[in-house]
């Protein structure tokens, strides 16, 4: 894990164990000598993912950004996804002094099952959300489309990660954009699924963004590295543009969802396209290179 300290925010990115994908989903139309050069598939062309999550410790807060998978998939989905459970999302809030019910908000980008899967867990009366004392947030554009997800997305919406947070009346929607707290502010992005919401934090002179699918490894910082997965490339695309730009400009860290190896990283610019400067490894310790 890795802490910055942004004004009267502690950040921390929180592990949540690895999965993993098929590496031209993940690319699109990137062809595969490209991005396999980063991100080497495996004998079934997956690519290993991180499911890495944020803390945020301040104002009388403990707010987590994303669960990851959680602990309900099946052994069929284990296999699909070749899932390592460790660390956990549990493991990793232990090994910061951080309990479940020590969590006060919770803040989903989106619901497909690598991102909200860890919101609900079996009790003993059927599923419960995972942080018994949270508040949780999403967007309703995001809540809307899980519930009638179009063909490219249904895999990737299941209610059983999300449904019992309404029923324990315990889900709060927002409509567009928010500053829930000082110095946080979510931002929309529609490219990847309609009402997706990323976090920006600042504090100190310092910002930090969580960019959830925007750019979900090191590799996605260039403009046309742009997955298959997305429902709108071209949205997608633009998007990225205007948060790099953005993000250069105020020397902000981005912190990196997916990338197995980086957590998080600062964007310059590179020609018309981006590229990274300085970069912080998953695993503390100096600059990654």
């Known amino acids: 894990m890795t802490t910055l300290r942004l004004g009267d925010w502690t950040l921390h990115t929180v592990e949540a164990g690895y999965l993993w994908l098929d590496g031209g989903s993940m690319f699109g139309s990137v062809p595969k000598p490209l991005w396999n050069r980063t991100n080497p598939a495996d004998e079934r062309n997956?690519?290993?993912?991180?499911?890495?999550?944020?803390?945020?410790?301040?104002?009388?807060?403990?707010?987590?950004?994303?669960v990851g998978l959680g602990d309900k998939f099946s052994a069929k989905l284990h296999d699909i996804y070749r899932v390592e459970p460790e660390p956990s999302l549990e493991h990793s809030l232990e090994a910061l002094g951080v309990t479940p019910a020590d969590v006060t908000d919770v803040?989903?980008?989106?619901?497909?099952?690598?991102?909200?899967?860890?919101s609900t867990r079996q009790g003993d009366h059927g599923l419960e959300p995972t942080f018994p004392k949270a508040r949780w947030y999403v967007q309703r554009r995001n809540w809307d489309n899980a519930h009638a997800p179009n063909p490219r997305e249904r895999a990737s919406y299941m209610p059983e990660n999300y449904d019992a947070l309404h029923?324990?009346?315990?889900?709060?929607?927002?409509?567009?954009?928010?500053?829930?707290?000082?110095?946080?502010?979510?931002?929309?992005?529609?490219?990847?699924?309609r009402g997706q919401q990323l976090v920006r934090v600042a504090g100190g002179g310092d910002v930090a963004y969580f960019v959830s699918d925007l750019i979900p490894t090191a590799a996605h910082v260039r403009i046309p590295f742009v997955m298959?997965?997305?429902?709108?490339?071209?949205e997608t695309m633009q998007e990225k543009r205007e948060l790099l730009t953005r993000a250069t400009q105020e020397r902000a860290w981005i912190v990196l969802e997916h990338d197995p190896d980086i957590a998080l990283a600062r964007p310059v610019t590179e020609g018309d396209d981006f590229t990274w400067g300085e970069r912080l490894p998953a695993a503390a310790g100096g600059p990654a290179r």
């Open 46 to 66: 997956r690519i290993r993912l991180a499911m890495r999550c944020l803390l945020l410790r301040g104002h009388d807060r403990v707010v987590l950004v994303d």
């Open 167 to 193: 029923e324990a009346a315990v889900l709060t929607l927002w409509d567009g954009a928010r500053e829930p707290w000082p110095g946080v502010e979510t931002l929309l992005v529609n490219g990847h699924t």
């Open 107 to 118: 803040v989903l980008t989106h619901l497909h099952f690598d991102h909200a899967g860890g």
């Open 228 to 234: 298959g997965y997305d429902v709108a490339a071209i």
